[in-house]
C-alpha cells in the first residue's frame, strides 16, 4: 500500500564517532531516509524508497511546479522536523546498538590484552626474582641483570595501564548532528493527473483510500484470527505492510516465526495489481516468509486471497513497477489462504 499523499523526502546522513589521542574516529555511518507528508505528518520512508520512483516527464515537472506554487506547507520548516525526527527514531536507536556492540568488543579486546601483558609481567617478574635470589646465594648474578627484568616488567606495568585507558576511552560514542544531503518532492501521480487537469480521467484517490483501509483492516483482522501478532509498518516503506509475528503453529527457526504482508486491496472488478520494485526485491529476499494478500472489496463484502511462495523475475533496469494478473498469481506461487 502506498501514500496518495504529496510528501518531501529527506536523505539524512547520521554519524558516530569515538576519540582517541585527541583522535576522532567514524564507528558508524547510515544513510536514513524521511518522509514529510502534507499533513505534517513525519514517518519513516524505508531501506531504499528512490527505487519506487519515477523521474517526471516535462510535462509533469510543469505539473508539479504549480503545485508547488500553491502549497504553503512547502514554505514551513520542515528541514527541523525531519532532523528531529531522524534524532529520535534514526540515531539514538542506531547509537544503542552500536554502543553496545562498541562495548562487547572492546571487552574481548580488554580481556585478552590482560590475559597476554600479564603472562609476560609475571614472566619478568619471576625472572626477577629468579636472578636475585640466585646473587642471595652467593652465585655470580650482576645486579644489571636483575634491574634488566624488574624494568622490563615495569614497562610493561605501564604499558598495560596505557592501554587500559586507551580500550575505555573507545567506550564512549558521541553523535554528530545529522546532516541532510538531499531532498525531493514526492508526488504520487494520481495527484499529478489532479494538477495537469486531468479530472475526467482522474481516479477517485478518497475512494481507493478507503479501499486500501478496508483491506487493511480485513488482514490484520485475519491475523489476529489466526492467533498471530500483526503489526501495520505501512508507512515505513519496508517492502510490505504488515509484520506478522505467528504464534500458532510449531515452528523450527525463529525466522519462521514473521511473515511479511503486502496488501493489496482492489475493487471487485479489478484484474490486476501492481507491485513496486522494492516490494518485488523483498518478497525475491525473503520469499518462504512474504505473503501477498488480494483482498476484493465490493461494498461491505470482501474476497481475500493470501499468495505465497511467489517466484518474481527482477524488474527490469529502470522500472520503478511492474503490474500482475491477479488470475496468474497462483501460478507463481500457491494459495495459502481463501475466503
Given at each position: 500500500m502506498q501514500t496518495m499523499q504529496p510528501r518531501l523526502l529527506f536523505y539524512i546522513e547520521n554519524r558516530l564517532h569515538t576519540r582517541v589521542d585527541g583522535r576522532e574516529d567514524t564507528v558508524c555511518r547510515s544513510l536514513d531516509f524521511v518522509s514529510v507528508c502534507d499533513d505534517g505528518r513525519v514517518c519513516k520512508a524505508g531501506f531504499a524508497p528512490y527505487l519506487d520512483l519515477d523521474v517526471p516527464t516535462q510535462e509533469e515537472k510543469m505539473a508539479a511546479q504549480t503545485y508547488i506554487d500553491a502549497s504553503p506547507w512547502l514554505s514551513s520548516d520542515l528541514k527541523t522536523k525531519a532532523m528531529e525526527f531522524a534524532n529520535a527514531h534514526f540515531l539514538n536507536p542506531i547509537k544503542k546498538r552500536v554502543k553496545s556492540r562498541q562495548n562487547d568488543h572492546l571487552e574481548k579486546i580488554r580481556k585478552e590484552t590482560e590475559t597476554r601483558l600479564w603472562r609476560a609481567i609475571s614472566y619478568w617478574d619471576s625472572m626477577a626474582n629468579a636472578r636475585e635470589a640466585k646473587k642471595l646465594e652467593g652465585q655470580n648474578m650482576p645486579q644489571v641483570n636483575i634491574d634488566e627484568a624488574r624494568n622490563r616488567a615495569g614497562e610493561l606495568r605501564a604499558r598495560l595501564k596505557a592501554r587500559q585507558a586507551e580500550i575505555d576511552g573507545q567506550r564512549t560514542v558521541y553523535a554528530v548532528p545529522p546532516m541532510i544531503k538531499g531532498c525531493i518532492l514526492v508526488m504520487p501521480q494520481c495527484v499529478l493527473w489532479v494538477c495537469m487537469g486531468a479530472s475526467s480521467s482522474?481516479?477517485?484517490?478518497?475512494?481507493?483510500?478507503?479501499?486500501?483501509?478496508?483491506?487493511?483492516?480485513?488482514?490484520?483482522?485475519?491475523?489476529?484470527?489466526?492467533?498471530?501478532?500483526?503489526?501495520?509498518?505501512?508507512?515505513?516503506?519496508?517492502?510490505?505492510?504488515?509484520?506478522?509475528?505467528?504464534?500458532?503453529?510449531?515452528?523450527?527457526?525463529?525466522?519462521?516465526?514473521?511473515?511479511?504482508?503486502?496488501?493489496?486491496?482492489?475493487?471487485?472488478?479489478?484484474?490486476?495489481?501492481?507491485?513496486?520494485?522494492?516490494?518485488?526485491?523483498?518478497?525475491?529476499?525473503?520469499?518462504?516468509?512474504?505473503?501477498?494478500?488480494?483482498?476484493?472489496?465490493?461494498?461491505?463484502?470482501?474476497?481475500?486471497?493470501?499468495?505465497?511462495?511467489?517466484?518474481?523475475?527482477?524488474?527490469?533496469?529502470?522500472?520503478?513497477?511492474?503490474?500482475?494478473?491477479?488470475?496468474?498469481?497462483?501460478?507463481?506461487?500457491?494459495?495459502?489462504?481463501?475466503?
Open positions: 482522474r481516479p477517485d484517490v478518497e475512494s481507493k483510500k478507503a479501499i486500501e483501509r478496508v483491506g487493511m483492516d480485513r488482514v490484520m483482522a485475519l491475523e489476529r484470527g489466526f492467533g498471530n501478532t500483526p503489526r501495520d509498518v505501512s508507512e515505513e516503506n519496508c517492502g510490505y505492510d504488515i509484520c506478522s509475528r505467528m504464534g500458532n503453529q510449531e515452528l523450527s527457526s525463529a525466522e519462521s516465526l514473521l511473515r511479511f504482508i503486502e496488501v493489496k486491496a482492489r475493487r471487485a472488478d479489478a484484474d490486476g495489481v501492481t507491485l513496486t520494485r522494492n516490494e518485488i526485491q523483498t518478497a525475491r529476499n525473503v520469499r518462504k516468509q512474504y505473503v501477498l494478500a488480494v483482498v476484493r472489496v465490493d461494498g461491505d463484502t470482501t474476497h481475500t486471497t493470501y499468495y505465497g511462495d511467489l517466484r518474481f523475475n527482477p524488474p527490469d533496469v529502470g522500472m520503478s513497477s511492474v503490474h500482475y494478473d491477479i488470475a496468474r498469481l497462483s501460478q507463481m506461487g500457491r494459495i495459502l489462504y481463501e475466503d
